[in-house]
């Protein structure tokens, strides 16, 4: 029950408590929801708190396992309230007391006639929760302060209609006095109705109109009659669906303009390729060479956001292509190379921004593997290594088995561009830890992007 008691202190309204048994045989709150309608009885919260003595109903409901009702009137913070505890059984024994407090100045928006209706359909909600709640146990989510109500009897006739549910009825060209109209003559015949799966205790739907919207959520009550039979509520979505449709606009945009971007990235890098194919100068080739392959990580990039979501990419697709794309590039012809990704099954993403400059790094380490780590070898093997530490971080590991760095050799100190381009993406965009590891057997390069940068 703790779960419903959000959306019962609303429907109510009301305080509600779960109150359980001590050793000693005092009475202690356990759970406990206010009602966001209207004031509430009570200023802090009375969690752990041992129910007084006084309140005689709560531990007649414990003691003989029936629902008892408290002095009708009792003034509490100014405020006359009706108290009723209604016992939660475990087998024959009682585990605990559901106590309902109402604010009786709330019935006296009513007359008489509804008043009592108003009773017995808060009775019903309350025992047909506690009912049902033993085999459920999705909590069903609270009422907000503008959702409207409607009782239905056992003829889909609307026995009562909330102020909200009569100003709801006129933006739907209804008419404001609902009650006695039957259901499916009201906003069903205005819209159109679309059950929603759900696996909890309430029937939910959605109306949509020519331009509105409603949530509806029915929780059918037992026993049904024609007195009471189900309580509806309707929630106004109309703004939010019309945020939806432009958020969904506006992504469709950014969509095409990551598409012409990666368009015009590799019209650039097939310029480049002409004019590589011109020059005469092998150093000229080599640098025109390297201004392509890093031209084609960022078009990447862009290809998977004009695709996929527009704020992250995921990172082991990406690798995957971009080792690929580097083994056919950069592997001399007479080099075999074999590259493998390694990361575990989840799914590891970054910010679109952290995964072009990812990109980068990835291109440059995977590019100086190829040209430099295998000179006088045939074959070798090529690992891009992604792991997502426990603390959120992502590690990202460039290893070979190639013949390892030169002895001594800085990074710092060798002034390369690539070594450059490295050092300041990883320490100034992506606020990471740069680890160089080699030896004869091998270099590892590992990249640590800490998880504020994800």
């Given at each position: 029950?703790?779960?419903?008691?959000?959306?019962?202190?609303?429907?109510?309204?009301?305080?509600?408590?779960?109150?359980?048994?001590?050793?000693?045989?005092?009475?202690?709150?356990?759970?406990?929801?206010?009602?966001?309608?209207?004031?509430?009885?009570?200023?802090?919260?009375?969690?752990?708190?041992?129910?007084?003595?006084?309140?005689?109903?709560?531990?007649?409901?414990?003691?003989?396992?029936?629902?008892?009702?408290?002095?009708?009137?009792?003034?509490?913070?100014?405020?006359?309230?009706?108290?009723?505890?209604?016992?939660?059984?475990?087998?024959?024994?009682?585990?605990?007391?559901?106590?309902?407090?109402?604010?009786?100045?709330?019935?006296?928006?009513?007359?008489?006639?509804?008043?009592?209706?108003?009773?017995?359909?808060?009775?019903?909600?309350?025992?047909?929760?506690?009912?049902?709640?033993?085999?459920?146990?999705?909590?069903l989510a609270p009422a907000g302060a503008g959702d409207a109500m409607l009782?239905?009897?056992?003829?889909?006739?609307?026995?009562?209609?909330?102020?909200?549910?009569?100003?709801?009825?006129?933006?739907?060209?209804?008419?404001?006095?609902?009650?006695?109209?039957?259901?499916?003559?009201?906003?069903?015949?205005?819209?159109?109705?679309?059950?929603?799966?759900?696996?909890?205790?309430?029937?939910?739907?959605?109306?949509?109109?020519?331009?509105?919207?409603?949530?509806?959520?029915?929780?059918?009550?037992?026993?049904?009659?024609?007195?009471?039979a189900a309580i509806a509520m309707l929630r106004d979505t109309t703004e939010?669906?019309?945020?939806?449709?432009?958020?969904?606009?506006?992504?469709?945009?950014?969509?095409?303009?990551?598409?012409?971007?990666?368009?015009?990235?590799?019209?650039?890098?097939?310029?480049?390729?002409?004019?590589?194919?011109?020059?005469?100068?092998?150093?000229?080739?080599?640098?025109?060479?390297?201004?392509?392959?890093?031209?084609?990580?960022?078009?990447?990039?862009?290809?998977?956001?004009?695709?996929?979501?527009?704020?992250?990419?995921?990172?082991?697709?990406?690798?995957?292509?971009?080792?690929?794309?580097?083994?056919?590039?950069?592997?001399?012809?007479?080099?075999?190379?074999?590259?493998?990704?390694?990361?575990?099954?989840?799914?590891?993403?970054?910010?679109?921004?952290?995964?072009?400059?990812?990109?980068?790094?990835?291109?440059?380490?995977?590019?100086?593997?190829?040209?430099?780590?295998?000179?006088?070898?045939?074959?070798?093997?090529?690992?891009?290594?992604?792991?997502?530490?426990?603390?959120?971080?992502?590690?990202?590991?460039?290893?070979?088995?190639?013949?390892?760095?030169?002895?001594?050799?800085?990074?710092?100190?060798?002034?390369?561009?690539?070594?450059?381009?490295?050092?300041?993406?990883?320490?100034?965009?992506?606020?990471?830890?740069?680890?160089?590891?080699?030896?004869?057997?091998?270099?590892?390069?590992?990249?640590?992007?800490?998880?504020?940068?994800?």
């Amino acid at each position: 029950m703790r779960g419903h008691l959000a959306f019962l202190a609303d429907l109510i309204p009301a305080d509600l408590f779960i109150c359980c048994p001590r050793a000693d045989g005092d009475l202690v709150a356990v759970a406990e929801a206010r009602p966001t309608v209207r004031e509430s009885f009570y200023q802090h919260s009375q969690l752990d708190q041992p129910l007084s003595r006084d309140a005689a109903a709560v531990y007649q409901a414990l003691a003989e396992g029936r629902i008892c009702d408290g002095p009708a009137g009792k003034v509490i913070g100014g405020q006359p309230m009706h108290q009723r505890a209604y016992p939660l059984r475990r087998g024959r024994s009682v585990a605990g007391i559901l106590v309902v407090e109402r604010n009786l100045y709330e019935e006296l928006k009513h007359t008489e006639e509804k008043r009592q209706l108003y009773r017995t359909v808060i009775d019903r909600a309350v025992q047909t929760l506690l009912a049902r709640s033993r085999t459920a146990d999705l909590p069903l989510a609270p009422a907000g302060a503008g959702d409207a109500m409607l009782i239905l009897n056992a003829d889909g006739v609307i026995r009562l209609a909330s102020h909200q549910a009569a100003t709801l009825a006129r933006r739907w060209g209804l008419p404001d006095a609902l009650e006695g109209l039957a259901w499916p003559e009201t906003f069903p015949a205005r819209g159109e109705l679309r059950p929603l799966a759900t696996a909890g205790l309430c029937e939910e739907f959605e109306l949509t109109g020519r331009r509105q919207a409603v949530e509806i959520r029915i929780l059918r009550l037992e026993p049904a009659d024609g007195e009471a039979a189900a309580i509806a509520m309707l929630r106004d979505t109309t703004e939010l669906r019309e945020k939806d449709r432009e958020l969904a606009i506006k992504e469709t945009i950014i969509r095409e303009v990551h598409h012409r971007v990666k368009n015009n990235l590799q019209t650039i890098a097939g310029l480049l390729r002409l004019q590589m194919r011109r020059a005469r100068n092998p150093e000229v080739k080599d640098i025109l060479s390297d201004c392509i392959e890093r031209i084609s990580s960022i078009a990447l990039v862009h290809e998977y956001l004009a695709h996929d979501d527009v704020g992250a990419v995921d990172m082991k697709e990406l690798a995957y292509n971009m080792l690929k794309a580097a083994l056919q590039g950069f592997a001399a012809p007479d080099l075999a190379i074999a590259g493998r990704l390694i990361s575990s099954k989840d799914r590891i993403t970054l910010p679109s921004a952290k995964a072009t400059s990812s990109a980068l790094v990835v291109n440059e380490l995977v590019q100086n593997a190829c040209k430099h780590a295998f000179r006088g070898r045939r074959k070798g093997t090529l690992d891009l290594i992604l792991e997502a530490g426990e603390d959120g971080s992502l590690h990202l590991k460039v290893r070979d088995d190639g013949i390892g760095l030169p002895a001594g050799f800085d990074p710092e100190a060798a002034g390369h561009l690539g070594w450059n381009i490295i050092r300041n993406l990883v320490r100034d965009d992506l606020r990471g830890a740069l680890k160089l590891e080699s030896s004869s057997g091998g270099t590892t390069v590992t990249i640590t992007i800490p998880p504020e940068r994800r």
